[in-house]
């Protein structure tokens, strides 16, 4: 298992600058009252492909020989990392193929396609799509990017707290969503680095909580059949994110399924901003654990804004 | 008729400057290749208050002298202005009356009172509003602030398109909603002033046309029931307004409620921001008039982000 270096970021960094935004950090005087810290929102809900997960992508895909390159990657995501792969794979010029299951939404699927992606529908089952998945490879000799426990993606994920580090100054600690823990692996690797003061704090519903249980027992317990409205939050840990995971967080914490959907709408709300249930994780943990970060500096990753617009959580069908 | 000038944009950006956000300007590919124009978003939904009423509140709350303030302000809108004049006086530390009628949403009444205005409510009649407006401003002496026909308040969102020419460079038009023609006045007296190279176009609601149709009538013609989901702009123009847009707009343009609703929707898709009816507009009409915005670079007012998030047009209930 290659554990990716702090010269993986710097490097991965400069390969993907042309291709992604360097995305803004927002305030709110509103929050801030509220929660007795001072919070600052790097809003990854602006990003290309609407996700931090194409810093991860591009790294990956940019990354590649140019006879690697020419066969094109791989996946079988359906959410934020396909989008972010096929666009990536866009930018490069090479093909996407993306395994996904057949009753995926089909706002999903005209998502992927909207990037470029190639869509090769599976059953809805782990052997199906493995299958298909195996098939797929075997035709086109694509690389196989997955989501999280790729080094390459977790470099690509580093660059988002670099770029926070780079716009905050003093900040106490870092919060961010936890699901395959990519994102707090990247976290990780470059606060441990360049910032091993701050401390790091992942955010998990209550209703997915394997990560807060593999914290607390010291190794990766997966959850069976995890089910939150922060959809992109239900993926177990692996061993390399269990890694960074294991190694540098201060402390998982979790918020109830209401609270989750309480703190996405009150985003909305105060700050005008389209944030995907999984990114309101964090502001759900920090106000229910206001004596963990009053009166500290906090930065806070929104990490998507990629929202079924017409199925909205907080509205009964 | 007092006509505001330059110099009192000038003074009223001074002034107001500590009570109010330079909001960002953003751009999106996404709509530059479906418009082929350079579009710069001016996003005053992350404004104070949630919109650009609270530069032309501030600046009239802030421009009175002690003696006066002490008395209060007072107003009858039920929208955005009396958020922003409520949020200004309470900055100042001055009472702010807003007359509402009692069947006015409860939301819109909690809203007010957040921002600490004192409500008293009227029957929903124009003789009731006004009869009881009329009694609280006699009870208390506080000054009117017309929402829009008030040259302090064009001087104050004048300074919108002043931040707007100071943050992007080589504009060749700007375009932002009409409803009573406050933020297309100060955007004229701002133009006309230092860039009246610039164009500038009106978008309105086609069911709320009132000043489509003054325009070409080359007089004030006011809507009896104007009925359209951009609930901001039913209000009529009136002789100050009137005098701006006669004398300094290219046109005006509009568009239909499905259009509207469209452009909401795909802004929040797509720029991931959460915006009024009102303010999609704009995009609603760039979208349909293409030859008149290809290849130009266009600055687009986004008015305001506050939105009913339980009631959301493109939702049946």
Redesign the interface.
């Known amino acids: 298992m290659y554990i990716p270096t702090y010269d993986d970021v710097l490097a991965a960094h400069e390969r993907i600058k042309p291709f992604i935004h360097r995305t803004?950090v927002?305030t709110s005087s509103y929050f801030n009252d509220l929660t007795g810290a001072e919070l600052f929102f790097k809003c990854e809900?602006?990003q290309k492909a609407?996700a931090f997960k194409v810093r991860g992508a591009s790294n990956a895909v940019f990354g590649l020989s140019d006879e690697m390159a020419a066969k094109g990657v791989a996946t079988h995501s359906s959410g934020n990392h396909a989008l972010s792969l096929s666009y990536a794979a866009g930018r490069r010029g090479i093909p996407c193929h993306v395994v996904m299951p057949r009753t995926a939404p089909q706002a999903k699927k005209d998502a992927v396609r909207g990037y470029g992606g190639i869509i090769t529908e599976c059953e809805p089952s782990t052997t199906s799509r493995e299958a298909v998945f195996a098939e797929v490879q075997a035709a086109t000799g694509a690389e196989f990017v997955h989501p999280y426990n790729d080094p390459r993606v977790i470099a690509g994920q580093a660059t988002c707290s670099k770029e926070l580090l780079e716009q905050v100054e003093g900040l106490d600690a870092v919060i961010a969503p936890i699901g395959g823990g990519g994102m707090i692996s990247g976290t990780c690797l470059t606060l441990s680095n360049i910032a091993p003061q701050v401390k790091i704090y992942a955010a998990e519903p209550e209703q997915a909580d394997d990560a807060y249980r593999s914290f607390k027992a010291g190794h990766i317990i997966a959850d069976d059949a995890p089910n939150t409205v922060a959809d992109g939050l239900k993926v177990p840990l692996k061993e390399l994110t269990w890694h960074f995971v294991s190694n540098h967080v201060s402390d998982i914490l979790t918020a109830s399924e209401e609270e989750i959907v309480d703190a996405m709408?009150l985003t909305?709300?105060r700050?005008?901003?389209?944030?995907e249930p999984s990114c309101a994780v964090p502001l759900a943990t920090i106000l229910k654990n206001r004596d963990v970060f009053a009166g500290k500096r906090v930065g806070v990753i929104i990490t998507g804004?990629n929202v079924d617009?017409?199925a909205?959580p907080?509205?009964k069908a």
Chains 1, 2 share one sequence.
């Not at 700050?271 to 944030?275: D, E, G, H, L, N």
Request: proline share 5%; aromatic share 16%; no cysteine.
């Open positions: 803004p927002l809900n602006f609407g709408k909305w709300k700050m005008k901003i389209v944030i804004g617009l017409d909205l907080w509205i």
